[in-house]
C-alpha cells in the first residue's frame, strides 16, 4: 500500500466523524447561511478540532466567501479545505546533524514503539541511530526499547532501573560521540504529576549535552495518543510548560474519530506536528503534511 492509501485509511474513523458529515451538509445546503454555519461549526467541534480553532476557521471562512461572493457550497467546501492546510501549516525546521532527540510524553502514548519507528525511518534514509533508555523509573521501559533496538539493528544504551537518567544520558553522548552517531534519540520518563520534577530532570539532561555535546542539534518532541483529544491538548501544554517543545508527534489516529485534534493543535500550542502514526506497522509512522493529510481527509 503506497504512502497515500495507508494515511487514506488511517484516517477512516476521523472522516466518518468529519468529512462525510460536512460531504452531507454542503450536498443539502441550498444557501450558504447561518444555518449552514452552525452546523459546520459543531461538526468541527464533535471531530475534536476544539473551541478556538473552530471559531478561527468559521471566522475565516466567513470573511472569504463573504469577500468572494459565493454561493455554491461546493466552492465554500474547497474554501474550508484550504483554511484546514493553513491552520496547520507550520513551517518545520530542517533537521541538522548530529541530533539529540528527546522524546517526551504520558505513558500509555506510544512513545516506545514511536522511538522504534523513528530509529527505523531515520535509518531508511542513511543515518546512524543510537538509543538511550532514560526512562528509568517505569518497571521494564529499557526492554521494551531494547526489543526496538534490536528490530532496528540500532545500538542501545541502558543502565539499570532506578538508576539517574541524566547518567544514561551521559554516557549514551560519549558512546555517539566515539561512534560519530548521526541521531541519539533518548527516551524519557512519562510522568506530569510533577512538574518541576520533570522540568528539573530534562534540564539537567540538556545540560550535560550542551556541555559535553555542544555542536549536537537539541530538539524535543512530544508524543501524543490522538484518542484522548482535547485531553491530550491538555497533557500537551503543561508539556511545554516544562520543557521546549519543538515537535508534536501524533499517534493512533487510525483508532479515533477525533483527527480534528491536528487542527487543534496549531492554535492551541503553535508548534508543528512532524509526524503522525496511522497504524501498528513498522512503517505507519509518517510525516506529517498538512495538504496531504487534508487530502486523504477529503
Given at each position: 500500500m503506497g504512502f497515500f492509501q495507508r494515511l487514506k485509511q488511517g484516517l477512516t474513523k476521523t472522516r466518518g466523524g468529519l468529512t462525510e458529515k460536512v460531504d452531507e451538509l454542503v450536498k443539502n445546503t441550498r444557501e450558504i447561511d447561518d444555518d449552514f454555519y452552525d452546523e459546520l461549526t459543531d461538526i468541527l467541534i464533535l471531530?475534536?478540532?476544539?473551541?478556538n480553532a473552530t471559531m478561527e476557521v468559521m471566522d475565516k471562512l466567513k470573511a472569504r466567501v463573504e469577500e468572494k461572493q459565493i454561493k455554491d457550497a461546493d466552492q465554500a467546501k474547497e474554501m474550508f479545505k484550504q483554511i484546514l492546510v493553513e491552520e496547520m501549516n507550520i513551517p518545520r525546521p530542517p533537521l541538522k546533524w548530529p541530533m539529540v532527540m528527546f522524546v517526551v510524553g504520558v505513558n500509555g502514548v506510544g512513545k516506545t514503539t514511536t522511538i522504534g519507528k523513528l530509529a527505523l525511518r531515520f535509518q531508511e534514509i542513511g543515518r546512524s541511530v543510537m538509543l538511550a533508555a532514560a526512562d528509568t523509573f517505569r518497571a521494564?521501559?529499557?526492554?521494551?526499547?531494547?526489543?526496538?533496538?534490536?528490530?532496528a539493528k540500532v545500538p542501545i544504551i541502558r543502565h539499570?532501573?532506578?538508576s539517574d537518567p541524566a547518567a544514561v544520558v551521559?554516557?549514551?553522548?560519549?558512546?555517539a560521540k566515539a561512534k560519530n552517531i548521526d541521531l541519539l534519540i533518548v527516551d524519557t520518563a512519562g510522568r506530569l504529576h510533577n512538574k518541576k520534577n520533570l522540568m528539573?530532570?530534562?534540564?539537567k539532561m540538556r545540560r550535560i549535552i550542551d556541555r559535553e555535546y555542544p555542536e549536537a542539534e537539541m530538539r524535543c518532541m512530544l508524543v501524543l495518543d490522538a484518542t484522548t483529544g482535547?485531553?491530550?491538548?491538555?497533557?500537551?501544554?503543561q508539556f511545554k510548560e516544562a520543557a521546549e517543545i519543538g515537535g508534536i508527534i501524533l499517534t493512533k489516529l487510525d483508532g479515533t474519530a477525533k483527527g480534528g485534534v491536528a487542527i487543534a493543535i496549531r492554535k492551541e500550542l503553535n508548534v508543528p506536528v512532524w509526524y503522525i502514526g496511522v497504524g501498528e506497522g513498522i512503517d505507519d509512522l509518517q510525516a506529517f503534511d498538512a495538504k496531504e493529510f487534508v487530502n486523504a481527509l477529503f
Open positions: 471531530a475534536d478540532v476544539g473551541m521494564a521501559a529499557d526492554e521494551q526499547l531494547a526489543v526496538w533496538a534490536e528490530r539499570q532501573e532506578g551521559y554516557d549514551a553522548v560519549q558512546s528539573d530532570e530534562l534540564s482535547q485531553n491530550g491538548i491538555q497533557q500537551a501544554k
